[in-house]
């Protein structure tokens, strides 16, 4: 199943601790994909599967149809060009794909953190907006998205997703992401809410009705 089957399974809305469990696999699997030279472009939770039988607590990355490479054999990062048109999922995508710039690593980390944090609300501030114009409609997102402070999208949150939003934010075109630290400030709101890393996850407990362990 895809996270986005079991998000609407778990009635919309991920723990905080699911959400952080995820959240580690999915970083790694999309800097794994950087470390090829490639960037995914359509992350979204349709695009991260759980495995089944003995692999039920991995987490995949799918649907390489938009991937790009982002530096080509010979190790040379592709240049910024400007005036495209949206690439991804509106909801997901980056401000740099809503105003038509070229996409790179920082873009990619960008769309985990909006997926994440949707995990945990239930929606995002850009969603909702009614129009028949698909152009407009992303137009409209877009607008929202640059509109809506790191502050307001974190707002009862840990910190570490407004430091890893600022930090992405942060990021130049070319620039190679700080991998390290961006996942340490996972690693770290997992550990000062002192969850356990034990691969149960709100739909297995939704699966086996254990109650009282959704937080431990």
Known sequence: KSLHTLHT??????TLKTTLMIGLQMFDRIKSLHDNSFIHRDLKPDNFLVGIGSSEHLIYLIDLGLAKRFKTK????LGMTTGKKLVGT???ASINSHIGNELSRRDDLESLIYILIYFIKGSLPWQGINCQEREEKYRL?????????????????????KLYLQNVKKLGFKEKPDYHYLRSLIV??????GFIYNNVFDWTLQKHRIPGALSS
Do not use: D, W
């Open 9 to 14: 399974q778990c009635h919309g809305k991920f």
């Open 90 to 92: 509106a909801r997901y």
């Open 188 to 193: 770290n709101m997992f550990t000062i809410n």
């Open 141 to 161: 997102i877009g607008e929202a998205k640059m509109q809506t402070s790191v502050e307001t999208l974190c707002a009862n949150l840990p910190e570490g997703f």
């Open 74 to 77: 010979e190790h040379i990062h």
